[in-house]
């Protein structure tokens, strides 16, 4: 297993944040990574899609847990012998906004090739992609009236 982790802390409320996640039309906006996410139905745990990333052709994805403005865990199979697994968590601060949570790993018996290859594509992209949730959040948040 290959991991990476990155927390970050937005103004925004867990409900904005969760809005953004349930929303997956939204994700190539904050998610460089992700080109098109289609999903069969709602984001909830046993969901199943497409995650396309930009310039490459769509990977199997699923929503293994989804607990509202709490966080989620889903499933893209990267190739048959390694999966990419990302564990978001959103946790309320007391004096206000959210601290963002993102864990991402390689899991499966290719993930230590997977690792040396594409790992630091993900290093890179897991602080990137934690940041930019939060911002847009708080972005989103200000919107609203």
């Known amino acids: 297993m290959v991991a990476y982790q990155h927390t970050s802390r937005t103004p ?8 953004l996640y349930s929303d997956v039309a939204s994700w190539p ?10 999903l069969d139905g709602p984001f909830a745990a046993g969901a199943t899609g497409q995650l396309t990333p930009p310039g490459a052709g769509p990977l199997p994805f699923r929503v293994v847990a989804a607990t509202q403005n ?18 978001s968590r959103l946790t ?7 601290e963002v949570s993102q864990h991402v790993e390689l899991v499966g018996p290719a993930a230590e090739y997977f690792g040396q290859s594409f790992g630091p594509a993900l290093a890179a992209g897991v602080p990137r ?17």
Not at 12 to 19: C, I, K, T
Not at 29 to 38: H, I, K, M, P, Q
Request: proline share 5%; charged share 25%; aromatic share 4%.
């Open 12 to 19: 925004a409320s867990p409900e904005a944040v969760w809005r």
């Open 29 to 38: 906006r904050w998610n460089t990574a992700v080109g098109r996410l289609d």
């Open 70 to 87: 709490e966080g989620y865990v889903s499933e893209t199979d990267i190739a048959e012998t390694v999966t990419l697994r990302t564990t």
């Open 92 to 98: 309320r601060l007391p004096d206000g906004g959210t």
């Open 129 to 145: 992609t934690a940041e930019a949730v939060a911002a847009h959040a708080a972005a989103l948040e200000e919107s609203l009236p």
